[in-house]
């Protein structure tokens, strides 16, 4: 490859991996549409935690389990066909619960809750399309850089309550709708896949069983649902656990959650970069031991606002750094014609890791105590077991 050709190449991976992560960005926000506006629909429609914390985690469910079926199809199709087609679906979810949500509807909001997911599934699409543009060596970077569009998350928590505010329930949904259709017709536009991908054209089944058969496999899903799901289940349960523990309202919970989802984003390029120089598993491990940590700080309900800041930005940090370490490792470790299988049946792993945490706040609050230290201790005990299970089993060579 002459000087030439190698600039004109890295201009046009740079540009796709910018577009890669605009295009997470947008398609997280609006999966997280719920989560920011939890205390208004619990307020609105009397809602008790249980069925708060339900309503939270429905959209994950679908976030999570598509990815399985997405990261096989983006190894057949393509990252720039998946990109597309995933924005494009998920703009009636959005609307839908813009809808349920002017008529106060519980079941439409769990019903359209269910389907909002869909936007969830684009974390699949992005590593395998990420790692076909960069060598080995930079994937780590690259696959840090793309993860990076969970600021969708935190610009979700910032900017929702305060659109609803400014612009109405329903009108706020349709400029997210607006935003994901803009962002297909760029896509269709400017992106293009990596001269280095090639389809892989097996059929979808086997590809997942034989995804499903490899060690990288789930040792990375039981990594990636600790620091991964952590990251989902706080960005999206947080502007409830806000006001119930400090009576903040749904808009200054929503400004101190996008606080926490800005923290782990900055974080996850780092741990990326990270694993780049010295083993993934170093950083894991830094990961786990630090999330175990702040979850049993975060038990004691340190007081508003400079302590609860510190501990929640730290277990952000945290679990930021985590995820961009264990995906590191995946890209690493998966066979270069199994990236995108291995890779959805992972981040379902993560997605799971985080639909679970919020039903189990709900359920475990203590509200004689006010408090959720349960669920927390439970976060705590699970980040150690993937912290010994880490330093005794998974090798640095990997």
Known sequence: MNSTTSELHNGSRTINLALATWVSAINFWAWNMIG???????????????????LVAMPILVGSLGRIVVGSLTDRFGGRAMFIAISLASIAPVLAVGIAGKAESYPLLLVFGFFLGIAGTIFAVGIPFANSW????????????????????????????????????????????????VTAAVCFAIMRNSPEFTPNLDPVVPKLRAAAKLRVTWEMSLLYAVVFGGFVAFSTYLPTYIKVI??????????????????????????????????????????????ALMAVVASFKPPADIGSAITFIGLALFLGVGTGGVFAWVAR?????????????????????????PLIMGATYNESANNYTFGLLLLAATALVGLIYTALKLSAQE
């Open 36 to 54: 920011p506006l939890s205390t208004t629909y619990a307020s609105a429609l009397s809602l008790s935690s249980a069925k708060t914390s339900i």
């Open 134 to 181: 960069y060598e080995p060596a930079r994937r780590g970077f690259a696959t840090g850089v793309f993860g990076a569009g969970m600021v969708g998350t935190a610009l979700s928590a910032f900017f929702t309550p305060r659109f609803v505010g400014w612009f109405g329930l329903l009108t706020t949904h349709v400029v997210i709708a607006v935003a994901l259709a």
């Open 246 to 291: 400090y009576g903040f309202s749904a808009v200054d919970a929503g400004t101190r959650t996008a606080a926490f989802a800005l923290a782990a984003v900055l974080a996850r390029p780092v741990g990326g970069a990270l694993s780049d120089r010295i083993s993934p598993k170093y950083v894991v491990l830094f990961s786990l031991g630090g999330t």
């Open 333 to 357: 470790r998966s066979p270069a014609s199994s990236v995108g299988s291995v890779t959805g049946i992972v981040a379902a792993a993560g997605g799971l890791g985080g639909y679970f945490p």
